[in-house]
């Protein structure tokens, strides 16, 4: 597999500015000032995706306890983020990286193993981002699955 770009804690994170699910345009510069956790996933109203996405609404208050926004990135269309919300009840932005060029600057597109084969693809990670706009904590390969709870475990 090659290599592709990898941040690590210190590093600026990679400016954005996409499409929300209502059309809106949503900047990194958004929160600046604030902690931020940046995630990516594969596809809206997958059962990975969804677990993750609940996972994260189910923690939102615990997590804006802890000073820290959330923001999900997908390549999928404005459109099946507005019905992944409406379908979950999501409470935080969801935003479309269709030629998946944020998901590429922050290494969360790339060469993945998928069942036992090397793909291009999505590659689920996520970023906690400092006020000060710099990298806190960067996981790539994650679980969908107890993410959120070992996020929060780790931070407390």
Same mark, same amino acid.
């Given at each position: 597999m090659t290599d592709s770009v990898r941040l690590a804690i210190g590093d600026a994170a990679p400016a954005f500015s996409l499409e929300d699910d209502a059309g809106n345009t949503v900047s990194l510069g958004d929160f600046a000032g604030?902690? #931020? %956790? #940046?995630y990516f996933y594969p596809r809206a109203n997958t059962p990975g995706c969804t677990k993750e996405a609940c996972d994260f609404r189910d923690s939102l208050g615990q997590l804006n306890g802890l000073d820290l926004k959330v923001v999900g990135i997908s390549p999928d269309t404005p459109e099946k983020l507005a019905k992944f919300r409406e379908d979950h009840e999501l409470n935080f932005p969801l935003l479309s990286d269709p030629e998946k060029s944020t998901m590429r600057a922050w290494g969360a597109f790339g060469e993945k193993k998928n069942? +036992?084969?090397? #793909?291009? +693809? #999505? %590659?689920r990670s996520t970023f906690i981002v400092g006020a000060d706009g710099k990298i806190e904590q960067a996981f790539y390969n994650v679980r969908a699955t107890g993410h959120v709870a070992r996020i929060l475990r780790d931070l407390e």
């Open positions: 604030e902690r #931020v %956790i #940046v069942y +036992g084969k090397v #793909v291009q +693809g #999505v %590659i």
